[in-house]
């Protein structure tokens, strides 16, 4: 289908895996304290998202996998321009704070698409 939506973009954009239109969370990653509200069924077609008790505490991982990337990647480079202990570290948890909505969103959103065998895009649901 021609004007079907793209995986990667709908991935992006935090939609369902199988109509690619419903929104995944309820509020946008900026709203602070609301930023992990997710939709129990998909507004648009109706798809369970949690399809088992604990479906998304998967999600952990990639999450912790997300942080300790992140973390490793920027540990090198400061020790590299051979920044202090105490600016390393400062640095790193703010950086874990500014990081965790964006990385509690995409690490649900890799559960939906990558690991749910039954939550593939149907067109029909557009």
Not at 32 to 59: D, M, R, V
Request: proline share 6%; glycine share 8%; charged share 15%.
């Amino acid at each position: 289908m021609p004007n079907s939506p793209s995986k990667i973009g709908s991935m992006i954009a935090c939609k369902c895996p199988r109509c690619r239109t419903g929104n995944i969370f309820k509020y946008p990653t900026y709203q602070i304290f609301q930023f992990s509200k997710t939709y129990e069924n998909c507004p648009h077609c109706g798809l369970k998202y949690e399809h088992e008790t604990g479906f998304f505490w998967g999600a952990m991982y990639i999450s912790y996998g997300f942080s300790s990337g992140l973390m490793i990647v920027f540990g090198i480079f400061a020790i590299n321009m051979n920044w202090t202990f105490t600016n390393i570290l400062i640095t790193i948890v703010s950086m874990a704070v500014v990081f965790t909505p964006f990385f509690f969103r995409y690490a649900r959103v890799i559960m939906l698409y990558g690991l749910s065998p039954n939550r593939r895009f149907d067109s029909k649901y557009l």
